[in-house]
């Protein structure tokens, strides 16, 4: 009897979820909320690349603590990737909905309210997801140049720090680097904002408060990877 009891509330706990999911609102909570992971990752993510600055030693060895665990490493990439297709997928059937409910545009040109960076949200998204796919040929799967897999700094450990100058030192890659930093600047300026209004943390009042820290965080974020290029470019960094 309790066991059934059990099995029923598990069947509806699993129902409601799907409802949810089904739902606009739901969407939107799913990508407000995988977008808060996202931005959480690319932050601790530069804070970690930025001890390029401290020397190769820092770097690297930060770079195999990262990999000490094969577990904990594949349970956060899968846990990553989880993230990211619901992202991707929860934002285009949201646009899907919101043409379904709105077939003509508007009669009147733009809506006043709505500014560069929120119209360009899903072409800037699917250029950041063109340069995740490069980035991960580029320096996780060493597709670009297969001998910096095989780099070892003195202690035997990945040299990590000696591959990013190697990758950096070709212009071409290095200006890509820096224009989807760009599009992301524009993504987050806009996508950060809006998940605090999704989760329903922003109201009329906080608007400006959280429209700034948005802003300066994805600011913050621009100015820390592109600082790591231009370093290398410049021969700042060698
Ligand atoms: C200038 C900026 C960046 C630098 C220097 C950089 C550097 C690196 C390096 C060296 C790795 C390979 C680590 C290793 O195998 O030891 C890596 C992996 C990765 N990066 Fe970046 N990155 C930058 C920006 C970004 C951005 C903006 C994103 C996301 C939008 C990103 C997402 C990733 C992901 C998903 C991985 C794979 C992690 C794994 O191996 O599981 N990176 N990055």
Redesign the pocket.
């Known amino acids: 009897m309790a066991a059934s009891a059990q099995s029923l509330q598990k069947r509806s706990s699993a129902g409601l979820l799907l409802q949810l999911w089904q739902s606009s609102l739901g969407k939107k909570y799913v990508m407000a909320v995988t977008g808060l992971g996202?931005f959480l990752?690319?932050i601790i993510?530069?804070l970690g690349?930025l001890q390029?600055f401290l020397g190769a030693e820092k770097l690297n060895s930060y770079?195999a603590l990262?990999?000490s665990n094969a577990g904990v490493?594949w349970g956060?990439?899968i846990g990553?990737l989880a993230i990211v297709v619901l992202h991707i997928t929860s934002a285009i059937q949201l646009a899907q909905l919101n043409k379904r409910a709105r077939p003509v545009g508007y009669a009147a040109g733009k809506p006043v309210a709505s500014t560069f960076a929120q119209r360009s949200i899903l072409v800037s998204g699917l250029v950041?997801l063109a340069?995740?796919l490069f980035?991960?040929a580029h320096?996780?799967l060493g597709l670009v140049d297969g001998s910096w897999l095989g780099l070892h700094d003195e202690q035997g450990r990945?040299d990590?720090y000696r591959?990013?100058v190697l990758g950096f030192s070709n212009p071409l890659v290095s200006i890509f680097?820096i224009v989807?930093?760009g599009l992301?600047l524009l993504h987050l300026s806009h996508g950060v904002s809006s998940l605090f209004q999704s989760l329903g943390l922003r109201s009329k009042k906080t608007f400006g408060l959280f429209d700034k820290l948005a802003k300066g965080a994805a600011l913050i974020l621009f100015l820390g990877?592109?600082a790591?290029?231009v370093a290398i470019l410049a021969g700042l960094i060698k």
């Open positions: 996202l990752f690319v993510h530069m690349n390029i770079a990262l990999k490493l956060a990439r990553l950041i340069f995740i980035h991960l320096y996780t990945h990590v591959m990013v680097y989807a930093m992301l990877n592109s790591i290029v």
